[in-house]
């Protein structure tokens, strides 16, 4: 198959990587109720076909950040994406400079950011959470910045991992001879993806916190880790002291009401990222489109607003510019499309959308992304 959407990767993902891996990528929490909802609220929008406009010149070219983009989409940060593909931060990093839109390196990435930056060129956007030991957080904050980070992505909506249950079933989220017996054997029943990982793309650790977790493929020490590490304290006021810490742009990642997008513009930060960790953590909130439009009504003048959660093709891009986002961050579909191709997956998928995203704008009569506007919308009244 030659893959063309962002459900032909998954499923050449599904079919190299082990199963407990494959399920992390896929699963969310509790029933996966907004997980689901995520994707089908996006397919539930109507957009206005309008004829006969001059769509002789459209152009996808946007900024993020500050940064000009070749379109509004960056990728978002994903934890373990180096456990997909070999290298598979900077094989990513690199599908993402060579398409113009940024690459955003999670705390919890396998590739240590100098990594990145040495293969690329370019300083990635960086996403942190918070950490319990603050100087932790300092220095990781002080790295990103001498590796010319100038784009932080901190993550509010992870007080603790949410409950997913497919990691339980796969033996992920347990210690011990048996859920290491059950990996042990999806893992023999991968051996594409052991040749290219296990073997080629070592060393397996989290490389920006070697110091912490030394092991990567020591997963109940990264979750120990996790447990020990991860601060469910942390409140607006921890917003302000990084405020005060981080002089480049702060976007706020994880956020779905408007009192608190309204909280984020008051802490300083510069954009919001609307968001519900792709329906990882409170099963049933609602979708990120469905809350779009409401924050965008309240703070979209503003702040930079950004949003995720179940974008899967140029389309979706285009109705979440029309609900009022400045762009959107992917998910999981670039991480099926590593896995299963490395960075030329990356860069098709990529290559993919933003031909997608152009003939959107052409078939609704639009020919600028600043242009796109709730009006290219079919109303849920003018549905039959
Ligand atoms: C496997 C996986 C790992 C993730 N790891 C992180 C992470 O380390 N930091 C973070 O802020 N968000 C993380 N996220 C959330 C994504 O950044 C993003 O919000 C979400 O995937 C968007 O939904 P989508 O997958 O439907 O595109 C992760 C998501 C997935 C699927």
Redesign the pocket.
């Known amino acids: 198959m030659y893959p063309a959407t962002a459900a032909d990767w998954r499923l050449l993902a599904q079919r190299r990587l082990p199963r407990f891996l494959f399920d ?4 969310g929490a509790g029933d996966e109720v907004t ?1 689901a909802a ?2 089908a609220d996006f397919a539930d929008i109507r957009l206005r076909q309008r004829v006969l406009v001059d769509v002789s010149d459209v152009d996808t070219r946007s900024q993020l950040a500050g940064q000009a983009c070749a379109m509004p989409v960056a990728l ?6 180096g456990l997909m593909a070999r290298r598979g931060e900077v094989q990513a990093a690199r599908a993402a400079l060579a398409a113009g839109v940024p690459f ?1 390196l ?4 396998i590739c240590p950011l100098v990594e990145v930056v040495a293969a690329t060129g370019q300083a990635p956007w960086f ?1 942190l ?1 918070m950490l319990r030991d603050r100087g932790a957080v300092r220095a990781l904050l002080d790295a990103a910045w001498a590796g010319g980070c100038r784009t932080l ?1 901190f ?1 509010v ?2 007080p603790l991992p949410g409950m997913r249950w497919r990691d339980v079933r796969n033996g992920m989220a347990a210690s011990g001879a048996r859920a290491a017996l059950l990996r042990a054997r999806q893992v023999l029943a991968s051996p594409g993806w052991v040749r290219e990982v296990v073997i080629g793309g070592r060393p397996l650790s989290f490389g920006n916190l070697h110091q912490q977790v030394p092991d990567g493929r020591d997963l109940n020490a990264f979750k120990a880790w996790i447990d020990a590490q991860f601060d469910p304290g942390v409140t607006w006021r921890d917003i302000d002291w990084l405020r005060g810490q981080w002089p480049g742009k702060l976007l706020l ?2 956020i779905l009401e408007v009192d608190d997008a309204r909280a984020a513009v008051a802490s300083g930060a510069d954009g919001i ?1 609307v ?6 953590q409170l099963d049933t909130a609602p979708a ?1 489109i469905a809350a779009l439009p409401a924050i965008a009504r309240a703070v979209g003048s503003q702040t930079e607003l950004l949003m ?5 093709s140029g389309v979706d891009v285009f109705k979440a510019l029309a609900l009022g986002a400045r762009g959107v ?5 670039w ?1 099926w499309a590593l896995a299963a191709q490395g960075q030329a997956g990356v860069t098709q998928l990529l290559a993919h959308w933003q031909r997608e995203l152009l003939l959107t704008m052409t078939l609704a009569g639009v020919t600028r992304i600043a242009d796109i506007n709730p009006s290219h919308l079919i109303t849920p009244q003018e549905r039959p």
Do not use: C, F, M, W
Request: proline share 4%; aromatic share 4%.
């Open positions: 992390y990528v896929e699963g997980l995520n994707v978002a940060p994903v934890g373990l994406a955003t999670s705390t919890v990435g996403q959470y992505v993550t909506d992870l990642k994880g990222v968001s519900n960790h792709g329906g990882r990120s995720d959660g179940g974008v899967r961050l992917v998910g999981r579909p991480i």
